[in-house]
């Protein structure tokens, strides 16, 4: 896929990704097996100890790991995830790089960095993404016509 086209498909792919709207979070870079997410910290990202919803942290980490996967033009869905928590903040913009570290037939291994915009390391992880070699929504929109799976 050429450079062009697989920024093209990323861009396009989380421009409908409604959750990245909702939770302010935005395509910083991406290239082949690489993509850079950031996250704008809002009185919603927040727990009750005022910093940010370990589920949040986990969830942009998790997006970012999407996001370097679809570089190579497939639809991924998450398999499992992994992340380790290792600091926090209560306020600003936070980061998050995936790197792909594994890419099979079927299963995507990217590793995912989440930091602060000072550099500190907020926490890491492994996530598996599971090709559906085609978007899951044409999928969920057969079953639910046909009564089928695939």
């Known amino acids: 896929m050429s450079e062009n086209n697989y920024q093209q498909h990323v861009v396009t792919?989380?421009?409908k990704d409604y959750y990245m709207?909702?939770?302010h979070i935005s395509l910083v870079s991406v290239k082949p097996d690489y993509a850079k997410l950031s996250m704008e910290v809002t009185d919603v990202s927040l727990n009750g100890f005022g910093c940010v919803h370990g589920?949040?942290?986990f969830g942009l980490a998790d997006t970012a790991a999407g996001a370097a996967a679809f570089t190579d033009?497939?639809?991924?869905?998450?398999?499992s995830g992994n992340f380790?928590?290792?600091g926090n903040v209560a306020s600003g913009v936070v980061f998050a790089e995936g790197n792909v570290v594994h890419r099979g037939?079927?299963?995507?291994?990217v590793e995912v960095k989440v930091f602060s915009e000072e550099g500190?390391?907020?926490g890491n992880g492994t996530y598996g993404m599971f090709s559906v070699n085609k978007p899951f929504w044409n999928i969920q929109k057969n079953q639910e016509t046909t009564g089928q799976s695939e």
Do not use: A, D, S
């Not at 033009?73 to 398999?79: A, E, K, S």
């Open 13 to 15: 792919k989380l421009k």
């Open 55 to 57: 589920g949040v942290l």
């Open 73 to 79: 033009g497939r639809h991924y869905v998450t398999q």
């Open 120 to 122: 500190k390391l907020l």
């Open 84 to 86: 380790h928590f290792i």
């Open 21 to 23: 709207q909702t939770n």
């Open 105 to 109: 037939k079927t299963i995507t291994v």
